[in-house]
């Protein structure tokens, strides 16, 4: 398949390519700079000049491709509900251009839309008072009923591997900055988790046969609790393990607050059964107990 990839050059974009291309696919990427157009070009993908901003561009990408991923998100945690809404009209605007020709549409979405506290599945629907890509998954299943084969991956709080630059890196330049790794309360709130190898086989197997309206679930750890990544990061770094109240994580953790106290278990048992999926990269704490996620 001729294959066009949003966000190709990302952490998760780039570990996509790289399993599609393995398995024979050709891909196109989304490049919106020169120096994303030579990284792709450096590994064999093709180029399509464009951004998210750009719906054009991204219809005639989709229109001239034989499949969609759409793995690329603006993480602008200060004005997180733009970076939602134009989430919603890229998936809309790439339906859209597949309308009617019954070729795999891909959406990232996220498990952090599922009710807190309880383990999430592929047959939970969004809790309405989330505020993660509610709209995105509603839009792209929505395409199912306009002749798309339209599916969702949603991404676990945690995606992990070499190059990561999310949660838990931040976490760790939070402990070496304030000389503690902390957790809020009793720490027994849980992230779930996946390796981004992992994930990118499953992104290949929904575009290879995910039936439209479907919703995977890319999750290796169901739930790991946050005081164990905190022990984790102290022992690395060699300082306190504190637990803060929530008082006191707000000065602690500013931003970072509201990952710090999620509590988002979810499974994949139904997408290993149906996909024949099976995480095989490491945990999250065992990948994270390495030195490349600490430095020298």
Do not use: C
Not at 61 to 81: E, K, M, P, W
Not at 115 to 124: F, N, S, Y
Not at 182 to 208: C, F
């Amino acid at each position: 398949m001729r294959v066009f990839v949003t966000g190709a050059t990302g952490f998760i974009g780039s570990a996509i390519v790289r399993e599609l291309i393995g398995a024979g696919h050709e891909v196109v990427g989304l490049a919106r700079s020169e120096a994303a157009a030579a990284a792709l070009t450096g590994v064999g993908v093709s180029v399509h000049r464009g951004s998210l901003d750009d719906l054009d561009s991204l219809r005639s990408g989709a229109a001239a491709a034989d499949g969609v991923i759409h793995a690329a998100f603006v993480h602008d945690f200060r004005d997180y509900a733009e970076a939602n809404r134009q989430d919603s009209q890229v998936v809309k605007a790439l339906g859209e251009a597949l309308a009617g020709s019954d070729r795999p549409l891909v959406v990232t979405s996220v498990t952090a839309l599922l009710t807190p506290g309880r383990l999430g599945t592929e047959m939970d629907t969004a809790d309405p008072h989330s505020v993660a890509r509610v709209a995105s998954e509603e839009t792209a299943l929505a395409m199912a009923s306009q002749g798309v084969r339209a599916s969702v991956v949603r991404l676990p709080t945690s995606v992990h591997g070499d190059g990561d630059k999310g949660l838990v890196p931040t976490l760790i330049d939070v402990a070496r900055r304030t000389g503690v790794s902390a957790y809020v309360g009793d720490g027994s709130n849980r992230w779930p988790a996946v390796h981004r190898l992992d994930a990118a086989k499953l992104y290949r197997l929904a575009l290879e046969s995910a039936s439209a309206g479907t919703r995977l679930h890319a999750i290796g750890d169901e739930g790991v609790a946050l005081r164990d990544i905190a022990a984790l990061i102290g022992r690395r770094l060699n300082v306190p393990v504190v637990s803060k109240s929530p008082e006191e994580a707000v000065d602690h953790f500013n931003w970072l607050m509201h990952f710090v106290m999620m509590d988002n278990p979810a499974s994949s048992a139904l997408t290993q059964e149906h996909f024949e999926w099976r995480p095989g990269q490491l945990t999250l704490l065992s990948d994270i107990d390495r030195q490349a996620y600490f430095g020298n």
